[in-house]
């Protein structure tokens, strides 16, 4: 059984930092693209930042560029997002995923095979 579990959420003031954990189980880690989401309350699922199998390529969301940093490793079976600056708009629930391809992550999350079942961050303005 494919389990993806999210941790590292939690509350933290404006300006603050957080890093994300997902601990994946039951797949072969390493040869899937993995990203990570973003859910709010009244609001679409929005893309956050995606990684390849291997780590030497990356993508962010334009609002995130410069702020937060996705990497992996592989030999944990986990990837992390570490975020600096966050803003009161960036509270949400945090999902990774996993797929075939980045392209997949970026572009058409819906196809993407596995989805952990998140890890709640607040911003506190």
């Known amino acids: 059984q494919v389990r993806l579990v999210e941790s590292g959420g939690g509350l933290v003031q404006t300006g603050g930092s957080l890093r994300l954990s997902c601990v994946a189980s039951?797949?072969?880690?390493?040869?899937?693209?993995m990203g990570w989401f973003r859910r709010a309350p009244g609001k679409e699922r929005a893309f956050v930042a995606a990684?390849?199998?291997?780590?030497?390529?990356?993508d962010y969301g334009d609002s995130v560029k410069g702020r937060f940093t996705i990497s992996r490793d592989n030999a944990k079976n986990t990837v992390f997002l570490q975020m600096n600056s966050l803003k009161p708009e960036e509270t949400g629930g945090y999902y990774c995923?996993?797929?075939?391809?980045?392209?997949?992550?970026?572009?058409?999350?819906?196809?993407?095979?596995?989805w952990g079942r998140g890890t709640q961050v607040n911003v506190s303005s």
């Open positions: 995923a996993g797929g075939y391809g980045m392209q997949v992550v970026t572009s058409t999350p819906n196809k993407l095979n596995y």
């Open positions: 990684i390849n199998w291997s780590g030497e390529s990356t």
């Open positions: 039951g797949l072969t880690f390493s040869i899937y693209a």
